[in-house]
């Protein structure tokens, strides 16, 4: 699920506003200084992230030759089916990630809903629709729009766009969510959203040299007409994204970098789960478009390296009448849990994030031990596994079994990414192979579990558990979104974790395959450095 589910309910509002005339937007200075200044001293760099795209739906699709863009370049570039994403495995924790080249413990973000301490309330960046509605519209976009790389993002987790703007190079984002730069940006609030709201008509922020977030921001109105009207949810969909491309790619205008966000398969996948094909050959014919603006597809990889990455798997979720929703206020029953939309008071003993096959688990009553609540949680088949921290270790209690395994960074085992970890008891809930005498860990099920588990427990201030679901299942709050028999992600196994990355215009190979890790990549690319690989 992404960020642009804030949009939706800003457009369900504007079909009971009344419109008002827009005032002018302030001209934007991006198609003046994006162009890349380097002529031919390196490629430029294209980095396409389609949410929720998956490498078995591209193999499925190439084996029914109707993929013939995404096989022309899996055949003519590097093609992985195994880019380990970060976690949760959702929004705007995993574009944090690509773009800081840190996990959650980093950049700061720990998903698209989580509870601030230091703010004493529930984050919510768009979760769904009754959700926002029930915590309010107003702190939700303000969040949205304005903290969340104003505030929430951590200021000493430098984004590429910043690194690149150290190197004098380059750099765009066209309906990125996460797009913190050192250029000065406007984004223009229309009239209608503001009814409900009390945003200012302009939010000033710093970005990348070209950045576009549907109508908020669009450097190219009055140049090139792109679709981000009310019809097309505000201009966050894939053919404002492709065409804003094409146009800075026939104008000759592309800069160093340029991320593209690519939201429209997620919806799909969501509704009909991750067997769902008319998505991503909708996605294949756009790129066929943007290999096109170039002339022809040997000419596109000639001039440029195009990079296109999922962002998250998914789970095939359940019926309702298989009881795919693991309803957790009914858990707690006894226990004063936080309603979405309330204060945190005296009496509340336990807040609940959901994102979706995960969440965050508060903890407000000091009394309680983090234990009795993960022995409550985990006594539902349906969950996975339980973890939190006490003590300077890790604990990982699996669902329904019991079992425990214990764990902390440095040790004497290695994994395949040169971490050094410390485990004890079984190592089976967290499906680990743990070579003693040779002193290596190896992973199964969950991949770069420890880092990433870790990650997200270290990822902001507060006592709180994180809660995983069995394939098949969906962890659910009052008024948290479900998608019954459809397709659900947040959580950390390989299903959710593991995505397609196609590398197209250079033979240079990521030194891992984790997201984590593509920052430094794409840095090498663009500076000329190159990384030692595996």
């Not at 549907?214 to 966050?236: H, I, W």
Request: glycine share 8%.
């Amino acid at each position: 699920m992404r960020i642009n589910k804030v949009f939706i309910v800003m457009l369900s509002l504007a079909l009971i506003s009344v419109m008002g005339c827009q005032h002018r937007k302030p001209a934007e200075q991006d198609l003046l200084r994006v162009k890349s200044e380097q002529g031919g001293a390196h490629k430029k760099v294209i980095f396409l992230m389609v949410d929720s795209l998956m490498a078995q739906a591209i193999d499925k699709g190439i084996s029914q030759k109707q993929l013939p863009t995404f096989q022309y370049l899996t055949e003519h570039g590097q093609y992985y089916k195994d880019l380990v994403s970060s976690f949760p495995t959702m929004s705007v924790a995993i574009d944090s990630t690509v773009l800081t080249g840190q996990y959650p413990n980093g950049h700061g973000l720990p998903g698209l809903l989580w509870y601030s301490s230091e703010e004493k309330k529930m984050i919510n960046y768009g979760t769904g629709p009754m959700e926002i509605l029930r915590q309010g519209i107003n702190p939700v976009l303000t969040d949205a729009l304005i903290h969340l790389n104003g505030k929430h993002l951590n200021p000493n987790s430098r984004t590429i766009y910043e690194d690149l703007a150290q190197l004098d190079l380059k750099s765009g984002s066209i309906n990125g969510l996460v797009y913190r730069g050192n250029t000065e940006h406007t984004l223009t609030i229309p009239n209608w959203v503001k009814v409900p709201t009390s945003l200012p008509k302009e939010i000033k922020v710093k970005g990348p040299d070209f950045l576009t977030l549907g109508a908020l921001s669009n450097p190219l109105e009055g140049t090139k007409k792109l679709p981000d009207d009310l019809t097309d949810r505000l201009g966050l969909n894939n053919k404002y994204a492709i065409n804003a491309v094409n146009y800075l790619i026939q104008a000759d205008k592309l800069p160093d970098f340029l991320y593209v966000y690519l939201p429209d398969l997620d919806q799909k996948l969501h509704k009909h789960g991750p067997s769902e094909l008319k998505g991503v050959i909708k996605v294949d014919q756009q790129l066929q478009s943007l290999l096109n603006a170039f002339g022809s597809p040997e000419k596109a990889l000639n001039e440029v390296i195009i990079i296109i990455a999922g962002d998250s798997g998914m789970t095939q979720l359940l019926p309702a009448e298989q009881h795919s929703e693991i309803d957790m206020p009914a858990m707690l029953k006894g226990i004063s849990v936080l309603k979405p939309g309330e204060e945190v008071k005296d009496e509340t003993e336990v807040a609940l994030a959901v994102n979706e096959t995960m969440a965050y688990v508060y903890n407000f009553k000091p009394s309680r031990s983090m234990r009795s609540l993960a022995d409550i949680l985990s006594k539902d088949n349906r969950i996975d596994f339980v973890a939190w921290k006490e003590n300077g270790w890790i604990h990982a209690l699996q669902g329904a079994t019991s079992k425990e395994l214990l764990y902390q960074a440095k040790g004497k085992l290695i994994d395949r990414y040169k971490q050094t970890w410390t485990v004890k008891q079984n190592a089976e809930v967290l499906d680990l192979t743990v070579n003693a005498d040779g002193r290596t860990l190896n992973y199964g099920q969950y991949p770069d579990v420890l880092e990433r588990l870790s990650g997200a427990l270290n990822s902001h201030p507060g006592d709180f558990l994180v809660v995983t679901a069995k394939p098949g299942y969906e962890l659910k709050d009052r008024s948290s979104p479900t998608h019954e028999g459809g397709g659900g992600h947040g959580s950390i196994r390989q299903a959710e974790s593991l995505v397609p990355l196609i590398i197209a215009g250079t033979d240079e190979k990521p030194a891992h395959l984790r997201m984590v890790d593509l920052k430094a990549y794409l840095l090498g690319l663009l500076s000329g450095h190159k990384q030692r690989t595996e």
